[in-house]
């Protein structure tokens, strides 16, 4: 027997947000990792919390599939006939735009498009292949439990750029990258519904795409740590100080 689309809307919801709640406890404890600086944990987290939000990824793009009035059955298969979940990805913006200008299969989308949406198409894919692309292929990798070396594809050898990959990635970075891959979500969910929605609420989710490559570039990790931690004795301090007021009031 094969489920109704309203089941499987609902079955992928319930996915998703099992998934996205997992991934917050796992972000909650990387940060106090680092706000104690324990530094084996904060790594064990790390991978794991690189895990989940590969597998949310997938998750979500299940989610903008079977939202209601947005993709057809035709432009659903055409996504998930994609060999990867990054390709699924691309092919999910491409249909979205395609589906609110009235764009035909075999035009260039491109070709179409206005200046400013067609800046928008181009940022939102190379965000996706650089940023976003990295992360959900990884995911099959760590889920094979190559965590610390992981195999190319006939796992004959180390994969030297998954190993770069997963040495220089970290709480913050996987934050930024798995809120940039909801801010496109978002722009693909919008897009499906209508143009007008999609030029109403673009520049509100543009900010969590924009968000990752502005952050990446100019801001540091190393710097963000020294804030967690700062804050964490600050709130350690002011446990103290109330109690010794407690114990001297007593």
């Known amino acids: 027997m094969t489920a109704s689309e309203a089941d499987l809307r609902k079955y992928h919801y319930a996915n998703y947000r099992s998934v996205s709640q997992a991934l917050t406890h796992i972000e909650r404890a990387g ?20 895990l989940l939000v590969a597998i949310k990824a997938e998750a979500r793009l299940m989610k903008l599939l079977y939202l209601p009035n947005g993709f057809s059955d035709t432009q659903r298969s055409t996504v998930l006939a994609q060999p990867s979940v990054y390709e ?4 999910a913006v491409d249909i979205g735009y395609r ?44 889920a094979h439990g190559q965590w610390s070396r992981p195999l190319n594809q006939d796992k004959s050898d180390v994969d030297q750029d998954s190993c770069r990959f997963i040495a220089q990635e970290n709480v913050w970075t996987l934050i930024l990258r798995d809120d940039a891959l909801e801010g496109i979500a978002n722009i693909i969910g919008d897009l499906m519904q209508s143009r007008r929605l999609y030029q109403a609420r673009f ?33 350690l301090e002011m446990m103290r100080s109330n109690l010794d007021k407690a114990v001297r009031s007593d």
Request: net charge positive; aromatic share 8%; glycine share 2%.
């Open 31 to 50: 940060k106090m990792a680092i706000r104690r600086n324990e530094v084996a944990a904060i790594r064990s987290l790390v991978q794991t919390q690189m």
């Open 88 to 91: 699924r990805w691309v092919s």
């Open 99 to 142: 589906s609110a200008f009235n764009i035909a299969t075999g035009v260039d989308v491109t070709y179409k498009l206005l200046h400013d949406d067609v800046a928008r198409y181009t940022t939102i894919q190379r965000v996706l292949d650089t940023r976003l692309r990295p992360i959900i292929g990884i995911r099959n990798k760590l």
């Open 203 to 235: 520049n509100l989710h543009y900010k969590r795409v924009q968000r990752v490559d502005r952050v990446l570039t100019e801001k540091s990790y190393e710097e963000w740590v020294r804030r967690l931690q700062a804050s964490y004795r600050s709130g």
